[in-house]
């Protein structure tokens, strides 16, 4: 059997209700230092993948007991530790490979420390979560009728793992691109491996939101805890997509700007007929995010070396990862924004409130 497991976290001390409904009701600092004890939890088994090959394959949630918050504050060292132990408790339940998700794959050196702790291979799944978050905003902007040749582009969190991809895959779709983070001087180094690559020359900024407010798209992959755009920050009739976990983009843009699109970042529709987390993440059945789609890739093709790891960009791990996906069936989910499907009269909604 192809096996694998993805490790998981809660985002916020909200999250850990989904498992405990007691913690409901339980201040967050409690929860918080609740899960500072625990060691990892198996959530679940996933069951019912079938590749369109016919190979089929099962896993694993592990959960590592930090929220997002606790993964930025706490010593890094002590988080990694808690990380590796997780990914150790995957091993002993017969994963061959396993995936980092949200921030487990954030913090430290994105998975090399990790994959030096387990003899299985380990992946954060950020290759396909570029490769099918950029086909997600291609069909997206298709459908709100935006040219991505004309129209100027920005990407928050630019010079992260997901954000360093995502901006290689736009540059050669665009012409007007925007590389925004904090460090400038990792900013000026990406600008110029993209000028070398493609010869477009992108503007860099550290404001966020003089690069949103400008924007005709948007994607968001930043490492911040918190909300970084906030309705006032999107211009009229933009497309963003949010490939953050947790979140970039604010809940306060769905009930303030119905002039705007916001769609998760690469939600994929795995392969099989009877496809079972046993676990609720937010996804209807049969639905994953594609850090996770990644994992359960590599297991069905039976690839059990490290895949996606560290923050440096190869373009043939993107088009590997989105052949093998095509392979074996997993797609691009539609569009989803806020947890629910985007329907053709939303669509039709936010072009005529954006005058269109
Ligand atoms: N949806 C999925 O399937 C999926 C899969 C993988 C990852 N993710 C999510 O994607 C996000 C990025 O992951 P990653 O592995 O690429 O992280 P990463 O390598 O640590 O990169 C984070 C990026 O965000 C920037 N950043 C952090 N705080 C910022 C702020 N306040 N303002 C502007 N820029 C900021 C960082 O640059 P500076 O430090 O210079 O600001 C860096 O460019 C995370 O939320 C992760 O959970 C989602």
Redesign the pocket.
Known sequence: MNTFAFIFHPLDASDVARKYTFAKYLPPLVIEFGLKLMPPVVASKITGIKSATGASAEGWFVGCTLTARQMLQLDQDYVIRKIIRAAQKAEELGAKIIGLG??T??VGD?GITVSRHVSVGVT???SY?AGAGIQALELAARRMDIDMQTCSVAV????????TACSHLLADKVSDLTL????RT?LEALQQQLCDQSGLKASITTD?SEATRRSDLVVT????AEP?INPGDLKKGAVVLD????RDVSKKVADEREDVLVIE??VIKVPGDNVDFHFNFGFPPGLA???MAETMILALEGTYESFSLG?EYSAERVRRICALADKHGFKVAGLRSFERPVTDEQIESIRRKAGR
């Open positions: 949200a921030f794959s954030v994105a954060t799944g950020n979560t928050i969190g630019a010079t992260g793992s997901v954000g925004v983070a904090r460090d990792r966020v992959a930043s490492s911040a970084l490939i953050a976990r947790p970042g690469g995010f594609a850090c923050r």
